[in-house]
Structures are given as C-alpha cells and as structure tokens.
C-alpha cells in the first residue's frame, strides 16, 4: 500500500467520521428540542391539571351549598313569619322542621357525631379543655362542651370535652400531716 492510497483512507475515513459525527449532532439537537418541548407541555399540563381541580372543587361546592340553600330560605321564611305573625309556637314548630331537614342533610353526607360523654377519652377523636381530679378511674370525658364529628373513618371536627383525671385521694383530704412534709400526688407508673 502506498503512502498515497494510505493517505486517501485516512482522509475517507476522517469524513465519514465527520459526517457522522455531523448526524449525531443532529441527534442530539433534535432530542434536546423534543426534551424541551415535552417540558413545556408538562408545565402546561401541570397548570391544566391545577385549573381543572379548581373547577372541580368549585363546582362540588356550588353543588353544596345548592343543597344546603332550601335550609337557609326556610330559615329565612321562619323569621320572616315570625316577624309578621309573633307566634312563637309556630316559629319553634318550623325551627323544629328546618332542624331535622338539616340533621338529614348531614346523615345523608354521611356525617356522624362522635360519641364523647362517659367515653374513654381519645385524643384522636376528643379535645380536652378541662381536666376534672378525681378518685373513681380517669380518662372518662364528663361533660361535652362542644360535638365533635366525623366522616368516613375522618374527624371532621374534635369533641371538645372535660376529662376525669384519677388522684389517690381528693384534694379535701390533701390536709399536710404534722409528721410528714405534703409532696405532690404520684401519677401512675411514677416511681419513687
């Protein structure tokens, strides 16, 4: 082989090389602009996405409140005859209804009050606003101050709630011996 004939297989092969190093380039700028704009497509799928859960949501709360509009106006005609008539019978008989519409209402969403009086407290469920010292167990709720709800296994909203807390003896019978300095009462499982 001679140098010549060398000389042009080199020369042939640098520009196959070229040209393929050309088509790759290509390739890579035709794959970068696809990236690019399937990356503008997703944004713009994102804010679609985000425009259309909006809507959504605006649209089951129409639904709502369209369900909850009949318990409004008969309120409103409630007070409205009462203004006119001052029957106070009538009025509490229609209150009555307007009340059992909504109760209904409620069941039907499946809304549920959470049980609270003489139950063992549960934080998940319940929220203590006052704690009560007493000698009998603790942790029953004694009084509630305001129903808690739930839906579907979810709190919607925490029984506000007053809470036994057991003490080994009542506060009356606390008097300091003259033998013994007075020390706060143990919780249970408190060592010492």
């Known amino acids: 082989m001679t140098e010549e004939t060398k000389a042009q297989e080199i020369n042939q092969e640098i520009t196959e090389l070229k040209a393929a190093l050309d088509a790759k380039e290509r390739q890579n700028k035709e794959l970068v602009e696809r990236l690019q704009r399937l990356a ?41 005859t009462f203004t006119k008539n001052n029957d106070k019978d009538s009025f ?25 009086l003489g139950e063992t ?33 979810r709190v919607l909203r925490p029984s506000k709630v007053k809470v036994s807390r057991h003490v080994d003896r009542p506060a009356s019978d606390a008097e300091p011996s003259p033998h013994r300095p007075l020390s706060p009462p143990r919780e249970r499982g408190e060592q010492g």
């Open 40 to 80: 503008a497509d997703f944004e713009n799928y994102k804010k679609r996405v985000a425009r259309d859960n909006e809507e959504i949501f605006r649209r089951l709360e129409d639904a709502l409140l369209l369900e909850i509009l009949p318990i409004y106006d008969n309120f409103e005609r409630a007070f409205r």
């Open 92 to 116: 509490i008989e229609g209150v009555e209804r307007i009340f059992a519409q909504f109760h209904t209402f409620l069941t039907n969403k499946g809304v549920q009050p959470i049980p609270a």
């Open 121 to 153: 407290f549960d934080p998940l469920l319940h929220e203590a606003l006052i704690t009560v010292e007493t000698t009998e167990a603790g942790g029953k709720v004694l009084e509630e101050f305001e129903r808690g709800y739930q839906r579907s296994g």
